[in-house]
């Protein structure tokens, strides 16, 4: 049945991204001619969908089908078992952002399995974890990529491993992580000088959806943290975990303990003098305040939170909900490559997802 | 004496950007555990260091084996012949700007030799020559990566390749391309509303070697046409050449016929007045003038030069000899995906050489 060169694709998680995903691998089976990819499994938290025999899911309709399939998902050592088995190549696409998937990497690549995905807790949780997983990769010659896990499909990660793996010294990595801080940012103290007050902004951006549904999950800032502990291990420093290294969380010690997130934001105004001084400051500087991470590679130094930038600087210019990433490195000297553009959503999530399926296709077929 | 997974590496050229190379390829030869790749040829224009048994040659000390060889370099088929017959896969590093290598790309590829190159000539010359090197490529299965034909070692090329790859409908594409007309314009036309005379900046450009011997060959336009020919095909748009569409020449049409360069430089602050006049109107618009190259995948049409921005714009805000490009899809939306950063100069270019040669050593080895 397994024709040559073909490789079995797993996927877990139907969500947001899971959804786009799954479409733009229909696109890709769509193309002539196609990377002969056989989807041979589909699975949500709760439903699951593939053949015993490994024949092909039908990528059309994988909604409905999940929906009307009776078949719980089997435990992920079995998942495992099942593509280790397959009687070709095969890639785990983890589309969830479940720890318990990540835990199962290093079994996986170990077995010859192949990963693919924008699950940031598995090159973020501990030190240990993310040994174990390149290890495996290492030595079974299976592939991880995980582009997605930082500034969603833009070129971070791919960018940052060329940088390095051609020898370059990166020095410096600075920027803006978090589509929702740079959102709440660039409209609470725009360039412009306006802006509204710090809560009435948070709101805002709750109800364009731009939030977790509890807002202090962005705003501890261990969405950045996570981030910048994934690039700093990329250029060697082994930091033991995100919470290894100063993080600014914008929650107000008060509001810490609030029962819920609509709680949080209706006390939320009572703190906002904080948050209008810090940028009066900056204003009075000519700068203005944004929350950014940045890795200083020579002295070993992680730190994500408020800082201030000239009017002209690349990151007080940032539109909308966009990310930016500054690499300052020896070959590009005093002006960083950088790299701009929409770091959450959906689509450009899963694009950057498919993008690393189609490096790892072209790999092991 | 092929050991398994091996792969045969022959360089042509070493020059500026070859030098470079080949001093990161000695970086990665020392790395442990290092890609097994093996240098079986290396030459210039007038000499060649190779073994008929394919045995290594020296990474350390190229340049003085080079220029003690005795050996003059083959005819460049049979260089591929030679490459053909190698005991392992092979990839031929173009480092040179040579139309006449670039001819034979088609020839190397069909026989299984992959190619990797900064060399323009082959992609942005005729329509004919880019189809008859990607149906030789897609038939042999050999590679052909070209990264540092558009903006050197940034994620330009493979950032669009993904784009396209993944389905991403492309609509746009903006930027500037070339490191000479950036430093021109931001020094001429800075957003603080300075800038000394039109010539003035030629002759500091060339002064700190920011031009060509002949500053008319960065002013022509033909090298950003040439980088926008490569783009618009990628997307899909069959350009036939770079003068199959408008380009702007920045040469007074009473200087094209001056003997050379420096009667060029002489003769030009008479022709000031109308870069002036360019500069002074966009002022008064509020805005800055900048050479950039355009791409409008819909309406089908590719432009290059002179364009106002406004301040605040991304264009208007690079400095110092950087390119920008930005990519406007439909995933991304309003905001465009960025990459901005140095675009020229030896080691950066290198990097994109030395970037894609491991991309293609991970594929074929």
């Known amino acids: 049945m397994a024709t040559k060169n073909q490789v079995y694709i797993a996927v877990i998680g139907a969500g947001g991204v899971g959804k786009c995903f799954l479409s733009q691998l229909r696109?890709?089976?769509?193309?002539?001619?196609?990377?002969?990819?056989?989807?041979?499994?589909?699975?949500?938290s709760r439903k699951a969908l593939y053949n015993d025999d490994y024949s092909e899911v039908n990528m059309d309709g994988v909604a409905e089908a999940l929906a009307a399939s009776s078949k719980p998902p089997p435990a992920l050592s079995k998942v495992i078992?099942?593509?280790?088995?397959?009687?070709?190549?095969a890639v785990l696409v983890d589309n969830t952002s479940s720890q318990d998937v990540a835990e199962l990497y290093p079994l996986a690549l170990s077995r010859g399995v192949s990963i693919v995905t924008p699950n940031k807790k598995a090159f973020s949780g501990s030190y240990q974890l993310?040994?174990?997983?390149?290890?495996?990769?290492?030595?079974?010659?299976?592939?991880?990529?995980?582009?997605?896990?930082?500034?969603?499909?833009?070129?971070?990660?791919?960018?940052?491993?060329?940088?390095?793996?051609?020898?370059?010294?990166?020095?410096?990595?600075?920027?803006?992580?978090?589509?929702?801080?740079?959102?709440?940012?660039?409209?609470?103290a725009p360039t412009s000088g306006q802006g509204g007050s710090w809560s009435d902004e948070v709101k805002k951006a709750k109800s364009l959806g731009y939030t977790e549904p509890d807002p202090r999950d962005d705003l501890n800032g261990l969405d950045v943290a996570r981030k910048l502990t994934i690039l700093a291990?990329?250029?060697?420093?082994?930091?033991?975990?995100?919470?290894?290294?100063?993080?600014?969380?914008?929650?107000?010690?008060?509001?810490?303990?609030?029962?819920?997130?609509?709680?949080?934001l209706e006390k939320l105004p009572?703190?906002?003098?904080?948050?209008?001084e810090t940028k009066a400051t900056a204003q009075k500087a000519g700068k203005v305040v944004r929350f950014v991470g940045s890795i200083d590679v020579a002295a070993n130094k992680v730190k994500v939170g408020l800082e201030m930038f000239d009017l002209t600087h690349p990151i007080a210019a940032l539109k909308g909900s966009d990310n930016i990433i500054s690499f300052y490195t020896e070959r590009y000297g005093s002006n960083p490559l950088i790299v701009q553009g929409a770091g959450a959503g959906g689509e450009v999530t899963a694009m950057g997802v498919t993008g690393d399926l189609l490096k790892v296709v072209a790999q092991i077929s």
């Not at 078992?81 to 190549?89: E, G």
């Open 27 to 44: 696109g890709l089976a769509a193309r002539k001619p196609s990377p002969k990819l056989n989807l041979c499994y589909v699975s949500t």
């Open 81 to 89: 078992d099942y593509l280790a088995a397959a009687p070709a190549k």
């Open 270 to 276: 009572a703190f906002d003098q904080q948050m209008e």
């Open 130 to 188: 993310w040994q174990d997983i390149f290890t495996a990769a290492a030595t079974s010659g299976a592939k991880v990529y995980h582009e997605s896990s930082v500034g969603a499909g833009l070129p971070v990660i791919s960018t940052l491993k060329d940088l390095v793996e051609t020898g370059d010294k990166v020095t410096k990595i600075e920027g803006v992580f978090s589509g929702t801080m740079s959102f709440l940012f660039n409209s609470f």
């Open 233 to 264: 291990r990329l250029v060697g420093l082994p930091v033991e975990s995100p919470t290894a290294f100063p993080v600014q969380s914008l929650i107000p010690k008060e509001l810490e303990s609030s029962s819920s997130g609509d709680e949080f």
